[in-house]
């Protein structure tokens, strides 16, 4: 009995591009994948034959398209082996093995209450997925993003049109200026969102998403973080990508299986990896 | 073609074996491959009382390496005994159980609480930890201690005894040798070499542990260099490993000398590589009329 349910793919590089400045994404043929990938998941791509650079690299899903066959994936060039990427063509074919970690799925709770996405630079990315599926079910959506500046502000596409996207840059450039935080707490104070309970999800740096815990903290608001790890397996037998669990209890969570996503009380922000 | 081999009177249907630390209790490894691509498989390092494992970052990539400093996080004997090996023992593939201790004492408690245990088909007595404070690598950089420590586990445990050797000593073959006269009937090696990573910007230790084992290719020629000398130097089977990432990286362990291979590193990187070495092996055996692998266990010394 096969019991595989992450594939090791060839996937046919269908488009690459160049965002701006370092930030690129890249659309990729990989059915098997596609078919059955959740929001939040993440692939761990190889670079390619040579042991140098030796690891896959780990990136969430931006997009995930089943009926294309089709996965998306945007970065950032931060190291080697993102700069390696950044100078892949289309038609390429790469290895890609996922999906992988636990993900999030839309559920009745949210649908109910509603959900807030707050993201920061290139933790736009992995949200995109979950806000298709929310506006698919008809969950009411805000979303908060923030970025240095208009320049490095990604294009959050159709859902500005089909839900609130409140937009922050440090540098004023566009929308509040300032942090996304700040904005965050700014119109939860001024009762934006009513007396309704919504789930936040967050993704961004750590600083950020520690900020996010406390606004939360302070609102009553269940929140979930999907967090950045280097990683070496991504499929959780090396127990290399470890956050500090919280709450007083002992030991750590594995970052690729155990989540990305984590009910931010779970874990210890302040001493995670990555 | 007859992949077959034995290890110190372990029968394994082919030569590959996954490393312990990197299948855990193969839980998280049936998502992404078939344990029966394994000849055996060796679980994540166990010692009595359950371990939480060094703080991160616990991996750093090197040129064509990997460092580590997990620190033997498992659940502990119980637990592995009560709830892992059961499970895993569905897959009717050889399990060897890998234990780690802090003294003689412990060694023969451990190697008793496996006894118990139909599940497991070896021991493989770690005395080459490098990322732990007490025992781990001290019983396997020294003549004396591993000698004692393969002993205390010897009259715990009578089936096939495996010891997993460290390579930062001046001389392996003595180390093998004691091991051996303990009661070993087999030794894996390569263990992890000792080493680090320093971050420029923060100017710190990359490793939460600051030191941490270095595996996957840039080993290669140590590991393959300490299996031609140890296999020379002992009468037991070796299971060669360090850095093996294709089958032509295994058909090297075999001619150095080892019966059989674990691959570590490489299964991070890709979960299918054992069946992709089997594969190798065989078609290399075919095409040159070798019908059994055995013909080629240390054919570059014999």
Not at chain 1, 100 to 105: A, C, F, P, V, Y
Not at chain 2, 114 to 126: C, D, G, M, Q, R
Not at chain 2, 185 to 196: K, P
Not at chain 2, 249 to 272: H, K, Q
Request: proline share 6%.
């Amino acid at each position: 009995m096969d019991l595989r349910q992450i594939h090791d793919v060839d996937a046919r590089i269908v488009r690459l591009s160049n965002i701006r400045g370092n930030l690129y994404s890249m659309c990729l043929e990989a059915p098997e994948i596609a078919r059955t990938a959740k929001p939040m998941q993440f692939v761990n791509i190889a670079l390619g034959d040579s042991t140098d650079p030796l690891l896959r690299r780990p990136f969430s899903l931006s997009g995930i398209h089943p009926d294309r066959g089709t996965i998306g994936i945007t970065w950032a060039v931060v190291g080697r082996g993102t700069q390696i990427m950044a100078g892949w063509q289309a038609g390429r074919s790469v290895r890609v093995l996922g999906p992988l970690g636990n993900g999030l799925g839309i559920d009745r709770l949210c649908i109910d209450h509603g959900l807030v996405l707050v993201a920061g630079g290139t933790g736009i990315a992995p949200l995109t997925p979950l806000a298709s599926q929310a506006l698919e079910k008809e969950a009411e959506l805000q979303v908060f993003y923030g970025a240095r500046s208009a320049s490095e502000l990604l294009d959050t596409g159709d859902l500005g049109a089909a839900c609130m996207v409140h937009l922050a840059t440090e540098d004023g450039s566009v929308g509040f200026g300032g942090l996304v935080t700040g904005l965050l707490e700014a119109r939860l104070s001024a009762g934006a969102l009513g007396n309704g309970r919504p789930t936040v999800v967050s993704c961004g740096p750590k600083p950020m998403l520690n900020h996010v815990k406390q606004i939360c903290n302070r609102h009553g608001l269940p929140l979930l973080v999907s967090l950045e790890a280097r990683m070496a397996c991504g499929y959780g037998v090396c127990q290399g990508c470890v956050v500090p669990r919280a709450g007083g209890k002992q030991g750590y969570y594995r970052v690729c299986t155990d989540g990305p996503v984590f009910r931010a009380e779970d874990i210890e922000l302040g001493e995670c990896t990555g | 073609m007859n992949l077959s081999t034995h290890i110190g009177g372990l029968a394994l249907e082919n030569p590959v074996i996954a490393a312990s630390g990197t299948f855990g209790y193969g839980e998280e490894y049936i998502k992404a491959g078939d344990v029966s691509w394994f000849g055996a498989v060796s679980i994540k390092g166990t010692t009595i009382a359950p371990r939480a494992g060094n703080p991160p970052p616990r991996t750093c990539e090197t040129p064509s390496g990997l460092l580590n400093s997990i620190g033997l996080e498992n659940p502990g004997a119980r637990v592995v005994i009560g709830q892992k090996l059961p499970w895993l023992a569905r897959f009717s593939v050889p399990i060897i159980a890998n234990i780690s201790a802090v003294s003689c004492e412990e060694f023969s408690e451990l190697a008793g609480m496996f006894a118990k245990s139909p599940h497991v088909s070896a021991l493989e007595v770690n005395v080459s930890c490098p990322n732990v404070k007490a025992g781990g690598i001290a019983f396997g950089t020294s003549a004396d201690m591993c000698y004692e420590a393969t002993r205390a586990v010897r009259k715990a445990w009578k089936g096939p005894l495996i010891v997993k050797l460290t390579p930062n000593v001046a001389d392996m073959r003595a180390i093998a040798k004691a091991a051996v006269e303990g009661g070993a009937d087999a030794l894996s090696l390569i263990n992890t070499l000792v080493g680090m990573a320093i971050d420029i910007h923060s100017m710190r230790p990359v490793l939460g542990n600051i030191t941490g084992g270095l595996s996957g290719p840039a080993i290669k020629p140590v590991a393959l260099r300490c299996v031609w000398e140890v296999s020379q130097a002992v009468s037991v089977p070796v299971i060669g490993m360090g850095g093996i990432c294709s089958a032509t990286d295994a058909l090297e362990f075999i001619m150095a000398g080892a019966s059989a291979v674990a691959i570590g590193t490489g299964l991070l990187i890709d979960p299918e590589l054992p069946r992709k070495v089997t594969q190798g092996i065989k078609e290399y055996c075919e095409s040159r009329g070798i019908e059994s692998l055995q013909e080629i266990v240390g054919a570059a010394w014999r």
